[in-house]
């Protein structure tokens, strides 16, 4: 009807006239606009993943380690964890052979080993530099990965681990050859990054997609932390010690209230050694010597499964970390100023105080963490 | 048949497209008149210490109780920078984002440039508040960091840190040891009993600087840069002679010992510089 209405309105030569003229200013500023985003699309069917939420904790930080070139999705965390959970990752298909990122990180170890190794070791039973990290809260990482912080994102970690001789013992390319054959993977990865491509990029994004899902936020502590459950009088006392400088004075490395996550992703000299031989410690990244011997100082969440303890897993249980904190500090030029009990040697706790401390921390345990069916092994692998 | 060109499709087309056209180009059009333009500021956080900037990490330094010490870090925060103008009026910097975080190891930090037009006019002084005021300290209210890492335990207050002065001391005996110079919410403990179970109260231990020697016009159309230096060794002289052997290593607890750090702190701990 309105269209019927324009053409009556004037003639037809008029509106021929004022249409090619229309037409020409039209098709010449959408050359303008489009005159770089002209490349011929090849006429593949793609895939539009499903755009993943992560729901920030209360407490928790607002901002995300997520690589712009990496955006989580539904179909990429679920192929990550697929790929976590396969054995052939490392490129490798004889059942002796197999190994996957979870062979050590396993999810009721707060996807950590565990004791009783201290040293993990890789399937061709090179040991690892030190003991391992927990996968836990890694979102909130902002680019130091690993003891010394020389890794900057997930997604690099997982190449490497590809290719170090003391992990899969690998290659990049083996490893997208074993997959990449494998019946469901394609369409696996059609659903997560648009096209059925297996790459050695899209490998490591997914996975660390996956990853970035690992969060722990419902320990005792943090239900404590909203209002939820009470503490009781040891866990609190244990708390107070944490979190005051007459107490223990955990709380400036390790958080607490104000910073839930039980790390500050920061390196310290804790007063372990007077000699520093490790060339993978801080200082071997940043140059400065007042970095020697220092180590990132681990989250505590779930650390009575993370054993054995420190970046060499010197000590085999939380016993053994709270006595040397108390009694066994070794003072030397390189020590983190806010090891201010040095002066005393430690932080002198009676025995009835490191019971009180070890019950804090055994608040910071998230049993739905270490059970949560989302961060487990998938039920049917591709190809099985 | 007469043609109303306003409403005809070449018109309408030729209108878009033109208007598009001025729309991508306007940004380029920049009419600058200084006699029109606002003014605006630029802080740069400096560090010195004995007239020189700040060295880290080497006991070069000797404080006025005769304490030698070095310093590795130094974080803090100030609040509420206002201008105040002779004629009286007073400008609040960024009321928006009223607190700023300074750390020796980020350089990001160690610059502010206001977002806020600067009123012209002659300033008597720039005044701030050093540390947070408790009506604005509140916990988790950095839950990033590095602000958050300043967190003050509930149990000592709440909050956020201050200031954090890290370093090391040479004591008496030759040993070095490291030094906490931390300041925040301070404790009252009944019968002196330095326990949680025994604090009666709090003690607000912020405190405003009138940066000295902080007056200068300002023009239309300026762009002013100005430096906020902190001269580290006042922290532990005028009108108090802060000694490491007296308070040790760490003083959160100590209200004695924050309190000589604040009473400095406002004397001569900052300075205005601007060319």
Known sequence: MKLQKFFCSFSQTDYFQTKIVSATLIFAFSGLILLSCTKEQPAVETYQPTPYEIEIPYGFPTLLNIPDDN??????????????????????????????????????????????????????????HHAMLPLIN????????????????????VLLVISSAAEFDSSPERVVNTISNIAGYPELFRKAFGTPEVTPDRIAKAIAQFIRTLISSNTRFDKYMRGEVQLTPEELRGFVLFTTEEGADCFHCHGGFGNPLFTTNLFYNNGKDSVFTDPYDRFSVTGNTMHR???????????????????????????????????????????????HHIANGGIQLTPIEKEELKAFIKTLRDEEFLANPDFGAPEKLPGQ | MKINHIN????????????????????????????????????????????????????????????QYLVNEIQYFISDVRLHFADGSGQLLDGWKDIHYVDTDLPETQVWSVFDDLKAGDVEKIVFTFGITAQKNNSLMFVNPPERDMFWPEVLGGGYHYLKLNGKWRTPEGQIYPFDFHLGIGQIYAGGVVHVDSITGFVQNHFDVELPASSFT??????????????????????????????????????????????????????????
């Open chain 1, 293 to 339: 011997g220092a180590y990132k100082a681990t989250t505590l969440r779930n650390i009575e499964f993370t054993g054995p303890y420190m970046h060499d897993g010197r000590f085999e249980t939380l016993d053994e970390v709270i006595d040397f904190y108390s009694h066994h500090l070794i003072n030397t030029p390189y020590i983190d100023p806010l090891m």
């Open chain 2, 8 to 67: 005809t499709p070449l018109f309408r087309t030729s209108g878009i497209v033109l208007m598009l056209l001025i729309s991508l180009f306007s940004g380029c059009d920049k009419n600058e008149n200084p006699a029109t333009e606002p003014a605006k500021i630029k802080f740069h956080f400096t560090h010195y210490n004995q007239g020189e900037p700040q060295q880290f990490d080497t006991m070069k330094y000797v404080n006025a109780a005769g304490n």
């Open chain 1, 71 to 128: 955006p989580m999705t539904v179909e990429g965390v679920e192929l990550g964890r697929v790929l976590f959970y396969d054995g052939r990752l490392n490129g490798r298909t004889h059942p002796d052979s197999l190994m996957s990122c979870a062979t050590c990180h396993r999810p009721e170890n707060s996807f950590e080993i565990g004791q009783p190794r201290p040293y993990p070791f890789g399937v061709t039973g090179n040991p690892t």
């Open chain 1, 138 to 157: 890694l979102v909130w990482n902002m680019g130091t990965y690993g003891w010394n912080g020389s890794v900057p994102s997930i997604e690099a970690d």
């Open chain 2, 218 to 275: 300002i023009n239309h159309g300026e762009s002013i840069e100005a430096e906020i230096r902190m001269n580290v060794e006042n922290w532990f002289q005028n009108p108090n002679t802060y000694n490491h052997n007296i308070w040790g290593g760490d003083i959160m607890q100590t209200q004695a010992a924050m309190q000589q750090g604040c009473e400095n702190g406002r004397q001569d701990v900052f300075t205005f510089h601007k060319n």
